[in-house]
């Protein structure tokens, strides 16, 4: 898989603790919706993404190249099943 991140072919998603993700929309600039249950990833285009930033001090000198927002969450199907309780 590294490989096909590194040929920019699939995109590494970042949601914390548990196993590497990965999506092969990379043509598409779009965020995610994860369910912390069971791990069903969404893509999500949030209301003001586009207008997202940081000022220079915000930045404290890096050189910004991406921004990766994941909403966490509780899927429909895991809400109704009662498995967010243990998340």
Do not use: W
């Amino acid at each position: 898989m590294n490989e096909l991140v590194g040929m920019g072919e699939v995109r590494e998603i970042s949601t914390g603790d548990g196993p590497k993700r990965y999506d092969p929309n990379t043509t598409s600039a779009h965020h995610h919706l994860l369910c912390v249950a069971c791990g069903a990833l969404r893509d999500v285009n949030p209301i003001g993404a586009e207008r997202l930033g940081l000022t220079e001090d915000e930045r404290h000198g890096f050189d910004l190249l991406d921004v990766d927002i994941v909403f966490r969450g509780h899927c429909p199907e895991c809400a109704g099943s009662g498995l967010e309780a243990s998340h």
